[in-house]
C-alpha cells in the first residue's frame, strides 16, 4: 500500500488543555520547528482571539515560518444571529495570516440547543457561513464535528447535516471529532466509512480521545475504513486523558500498514522528536511509550536477551533504528552471563566469557539485588560495580564527613535545611556548607561546592529527578529505602542508585555515584580527545 496519510498535529492547542502543560511562546515555535522537521502536514497553533500569548505567537511565527508544516488557526463557528465578518474570533482567525484554519461546529444536536441555545436550523447556517467566509479568503479549510460521533449516535440525520453544511462551504476536510473519547473502535470504523462514502469529495479526518485508552486504536481503524487525516498530539498529552498520540500512529501507519506519511527518511527522526516536545513540555516521556519511550526495546530477561541477539525479530516487532531508538540490555538478577559480560568488554575488552571476574560479578548483582539494589534503572551506578571490581575504579575524592540540619517549623523559610560537609582530594581537604529546600537538595549543593574548586565542570551538574522507593513496608519507620536519582550536564543524563535504612545515607550513596560518573565521563571524554 502506498495511500498518503496527512498528519494534523495539536499539541499546541489540544494539548495545551492537558493538565501541567503550559507552553511560553519561545516553547511553541521550538515545537513548530520539531514537528515541522519530522514532516507533520499540518500544525494546529492556538486560536489567535483566546489570549495575548497566541497573538504574540502567530506575529512570531509570521517571520519564521516552517518549510513543509501548514500552519493552522483555530476557532469555532459564527456566533448565532450575526455574520461571519461581524465575529471577532472568527475576524482574528485571519489576522493570524496561516495558510489554513480548522473551524469546530456542532454535530450532535444536544449541544446545538442545550449549549448554544439556538435552533438545530441556525447551527447548519453557522457552520456553512463561517467555512465559506473562510474558503472566500483562500483558506484551507478542516471543519472539526465536535462530538460527531455521540451526535452520530443519538441523531444520525443531523450529524450528517453538520458535515454537509461544511461541504456546502467548501470545506476541505471533513473531521470526525469523538470529542468525548467514548466511542468503540468498531464503531469508529463502522461511521467512518459511511461517512467516506457519503462525501466522496472530500477528504475525511479523524480526531480521537483517549478517555477508554483507545485513541490510538480508533484512529487506526478510522483509517482503515477510509480517513485520510489523522489528528493527535505528537507524544498524547490533552484534555483530560489525553488525545491520540501521534509518536504511536505515525509508525503504525508506516511500519505495520504501509502507509506514507512522513518523508522519506523522517520516521528516522521520531525518538528525537517525541523526546524533544517532552522537554520543552518540561513532562517526562512516559519509558514505556510504544516505538520511542527508552524502554521500548528495553530487554531483561536472559531468555529475550539471547533471543534477540540471535535473531532480533524473535523479541522486537520493529528494529529501533526505524524510529530512531536503541536497543538495551537491563541490568539485573535475571540477565544472564552474556549480557553482563557485554557491560564488561565495554570497560574491559580483554575481559572472555570464561573470566572468573564474570562469575563474580554476577554474584555481586544478586547480592547487591536482595540488598534492594536494582539496577535496569539505574545503569551507570552498576557501571561503577563493574570499575571497582575490575579494578579500574578511580577515587575521586573521599568523605570525611557530613552533618544535616533540619530547623522545623520554620515560616515562609526559603531553605528549611543546611548541610555542612568535609571532603578529601588527594591530600587536600576543604569543608563547605550550604542551604536547601529539603536536606537531601542541601547535602547535593554542599557536595558539589566542596568539590567545583577541584572538578569545575561539576558546575554544569544538575539534578532532574530524585525517587524514593520504600522496600520494606512491614519495618515501619525502621525500613530500607532505594533512592533513584537522575542528573544531567546538559549534554548527558544518567541514573544512579543508593540503598540503607537511612533515607540521608541512601541519597549520598547515590549523589556520590551520580558525582563520580560524571567525573568518570569527563575524564573518558578528555582522554578521547
Not at 444536544?110 to 441555545?117: A, W
Not at 504501509?258 to 520543552?280: C, F, P, S
Not at 534492594?372 to 568523605?399: M, P
Request: proline share 3%; net charge negative.
Amino acid at each position: 500500500m502506498d495511500k498518503k496519510i496527512y498528519t494534523f498535529d495539536s499539541t499546541l492547542r489540544d494539548g495545551m488543555q492537558g493538565e501541567g502543560i503550559a507552553f511560553s511562546v519561545e516553547d511553541k515555535l521550538n515545537i513548530v520547528h520539531a514537528l515541522d522537521k519530522l514532516g507533520i502536514d499540518f500544525i494546529e497553533a492556538g486560536n489567535p482571539g483566546s489570549n495575548p500569548k497566541d497573538l504574540e505567537f502567530f506575529r512570531r511565527i509570521a517571520t519564521e515560518k516552517p518549510r513543509h508544516a501548514k500552519l493552522c488557526a483555530f476557532g469555532s463557528t459564527r456566533r448565532k444571529n450575526i455574520c461571519p465578518e461581524e465575529d471577532a474570533n472568527v475576524c482574528s482567525l485571519l489576522e493570524a495570516e496561516t495558510p489554513a484554519v480548522s473551524i469546530f461546529g456542532k454535530a450532535w444536536d444536544l449541544h446545538v440547543l442545550k449549549v448554544l441555545n439556538t435552533t438545530l436550523e441556525e447551527n447548519l447556517n453557522m457552520i456553512e457561513s463561517t467555512v465559506a467566509y473562510m474558503k472566500r479568503h483562500d483558506k484551507y479549510v478542516v471543519f472539526d464535528a465536535e462530538h460527531f460521533f455521540d451526535g452520530y449516535m443519538a441523531n444520525p440525520e443531523y450529524a450528517m447535516l453538520a458535515l454537509d453544511a461544511a461541504a456546502r462551504g467548501g470545506a476541505d476536510v471533513l473531521c470526525l471529532c469523538d470529542t468525548n473519547g467514548g466511542t468503540f473502535p468498531t464503531d469508529i470504523a463502522d461511521i467512518t466509512g459511511r461517512m467516506v462514502r457519503t462525501f466522496p469529495e472530500a477528504e475525511i479526518g479523524i480526531h480521537c480521545h483517549n478517555d477508554t485508552g483507545m485513541a490510538v486504536s480508533q484512529t487506526m481503524m478510522a483509517v482503515e475504513a477510509g480517513a485520510t487525516q489523522v489528528q493527535g498530539t505528537f507524544i498524547g498529552y490533552g484534555e483530560r486523558c489525553g488525545n491520540a498520540n501521534l509518536s504511536t500512529i505515525i509508525p503504525n501507519l508506516e511500519l505495520k500498514r504501509g502507509y506514507t506519511v512522513l518523508g522519506k527518511g523522517n520516521l528516522k527522526r521520531l525518538t528525537e522528536t517525541a523526546r524533544q516536545v517532552a522537554d520543552i513540555s518540561n513532562i517526562w516521556l512516559p519509558s514505556g511509550s510504544p516505538y520511542v519511550g527508552s524502554s521500548a526495546f528495553a530487554h531483561k530477561g536472559g531468555m529475550h536477551i539471547d533471543g534477540v541477539k540471535k535473531i532480533r525479530e524473535s523479541f522486537e516487532h520493529v528494529d529501533p533504528q526505524s524510529v530512531g531508538n536503541n536497543r538495551r540490555y537491563l541490568m539485573s538478577e535475571v540477565s544472564g552471563k552474556a549480557t553482563i559480560l557485554k557491560k564488561i568488554q565495554r570497560i574491559e575488552p580483554s575481559v572472555g566469557s570464561k573470566d572468573p571476574v564474570v562469575g563474580e560479578l554476577v554474584d555481586k548483582l544478586k547480592q547487591l539485588e536482595f540488598e534492594g539494589y536494582q539496577f535496569e534503572a539505574a545503569e551507570q551506578s552498576f557501571e561503577l560495580v563493574i570499575r571497582r571490581l575490575l579494578g579500574k575504579y578511580k577515587k575521586y575524592f573521599e568523605l570525611e564527613y557530613f552533618k544535616i540540619i533540619g530547623e522545623q517549623p520554620l515560616k515562609d523559610a526559603e531553605y528549611p535545611s543546611s548541610a555542612i560537609i568535609k571532603v578529601k582530594v588527594g591530600d587536600e581537604s576543604r569543608i563547605t556548607g550550604a542551604e536547601g529546600d529539603g536536606p537531601v537538595h542541601a547535602l547535593d549543593l554542599a557536595l558539589r561546592n566542596a568539590l567545583k574548586g577541584f572538578y569545575p565542570s561539576l558546575v554544569d551538574m544538575r539534578l532532574v529527578d530524585y525517587k524514593v522507593r520504600v522496600l520494606e513496608s512491614s519495618a515501619t519507620t525502621a525500613a530500607k529505602v532505594r533512592v533513584l536519582i537522575e542528573s544531567t550536564d546538559g549534554k548527558h543524563r544518567w541514573n544512579t542508585v543508593g540503598v540503607s535504612t537511612d533515607i540521608i545515607e541512601a541519597s549520598f550513596l547515590a549523589l556520590t555515584d551520580s558525582i563520580e560518573y560524571k567525573l568518570a565521563l569527563d575524564e573518558n571524554e578528555n582522554n578521547t580527545n
